[in-house]
């Protein structure tokens, strides 16, 4: 099966302070993978569109100046939280389909900001 | 765009009985309809997943059943266990749609 890995899994830093969350797919390539914040008891909320070699693209309402990605090759999407206030305290997932369909999820980044 | 919306948002059920999660869709080009269960702090595991092409998909105790006129897809489980028991999300895509999600629904199984 198509294996998502995410690091770090939990993050715990100081308000102000940047963030940097990497998503990689294992065992197969991906030239798309997908960025969700999830609150607490809420669903899965779509951030961003990860694009091997060009830009992302942003969902309405999320900052491109404050959540940064880069899609630095076929295995790898990376997501900066710059400047995190405690507002951005979530739990982050990436996913990458497979097929072009099944998206196959990370086991996500807990992030706390202080 | 897509939007799916997805009902209950909490279901608890006697163990052994069935149980059934509804989505509907509002792109009519969509065409991938997953499901998914999360359990707590863990991430979205798929179950089982239909394409337009089929109007119901089974494995054991789990059917997904689709309704592409009324652009509704259904979650069926039968003879529930406790260890079903977790948030499980409906999502609708495909065919240059991004995947959209549910909101989804809080499972309770009760032994």
């Known amino acids: 099966g198509a294996v998502v890995s995410q690091h770090p899994s939990w993050v715990i830093c100081k308000s102000g302070t940047s963030v940097k969350i990497e998503c990689r797919s294992l065992?197969?390539?991906?030239?798309?993978m997908f960025w969700y914040r999830q609150f607490p008891k809420q669903s899965l909320m779509l951030m961003a569109t990860?694009?091997?070699?060009?830009?992302?693209?942003?969902e309405q309402g999320v900052e491109k100046d404050k959540f940064l990605i880069n899609h630095a090759s076929l295995t790898l999407s990376t997501l900066t939280v710059t400047s995190a206030h405690p507002e951005d305290s979530s739990f982050y997932i990436c996913?990458?389909?497979?097929?072009?369909?099944?998206?196959?999820f990370g086991p996500g980044t807990r992030l706390l900001v202080l | 765009g897509e939007n799916v919306e997805q009902h209950p948002s909490t279901l608890s059920v006697q163990e052994g009985d069935s149980a059934v999660i509804k989505c509907t869709y509002s792109?009519?080009?969509?065409?991938?309809f997953p499901w998914y269960k999360q359990e707590l702090g863990k991430r979205p595991q798929l179950i089982i997943d239909?394409?337009?092409?089929?109007g119901e998909k089974k494995d054991q105790r789990i059917a997904v059943t689709l309704n592409k006129t009324a652009k509704h897809f259904s979650l069926h489980i039968t003879e529930t266990q406790p260890e079903d028991s977790a948030v499980y999300f409906c999502?609708?895509?495909?065919?240059?749609?991004?995947?959209?999600f549910g909101a989804g629904t809080r499972l309770t199984v009760k032994p």
């Open positions: 996913s990458a389909p497979l097929y072009q369909e099944t998206q196959y």
């Open positions: 999502a609708g895509g495909g065919n240059n749609n991004d995947m959209r």
């Open positions: 792109d009519s080009a969509s065409n991938y």
């Open positions: 239909i394409r337009s092409n089929v």
């Open positions: 990860s694009n091997e070699g060009s830009k992302a693209t942003y």
């Open positions: 065992d197969f390539q991906a030239t798309t």
